[in-house]
Nanobody, 115 residues
Framework: QVQLVESGGGLVQPGGSLRLSCAAS????????MGWYRQAPGKQRELVAH???????NYADSVKGRCTISRDGAKNTVYLEMNNLKPEDSAVYYC?????????WGQGTQVTVSA
């Protein structure tokens, strides 16, 4: 069983930055395509970005140019660097495989963008 633990969220002003981290419990993680997802109140969970084991990345149009997904295989960790944050980025952010596996959802980390 894989456990994924997200961290790094918080309250930030518009235009600010955050770096989210997702630590995986198993080294097999390094072979997975990993994604960051988010869910805002009253909305469906959506994919923000994903990264292959080889480092190829893909981003949702809403965050393209503002976010960077990366991974460290040695640390079993995937990151999401978010810059120029907007109020509409406020959500709970989760990591999971891409495509997502229901059993792998963690608690997520809350990101709130507000003045």
């Amino acid at each position: 069983q894989v456990q994924l633990v997200e961290s790094g969220g918080g309250l930030v002003q518009p235009g600010g930055s955050l770096r989210l981290s997702c630590a995986a419990s198993r080294t097999i993680f390094r072979f997975y395509v990993m994604g960051w997802y988010r869910q805002a109140p009253g909305k469906q969970r959506e994919l923000v970005a994903h990264i292959t084991s080889g480092g190829s990345t893909n981003y949702a149009d809403s965050v393209k140019g503002r976010c960077t997904i990366s991974r460290d295989g040695a640390k079993n960790t995937v990151y999401l660097e978010m810059n120029n944050l907007k109020p509409e980025d406020s959500a709970v952010y989760y990591c999971n495989k891409y495509p997502a596996v229901d059993d792998y959802w963690g608690q997520g980390t809350q990101v709130t963008v507000s003045a």
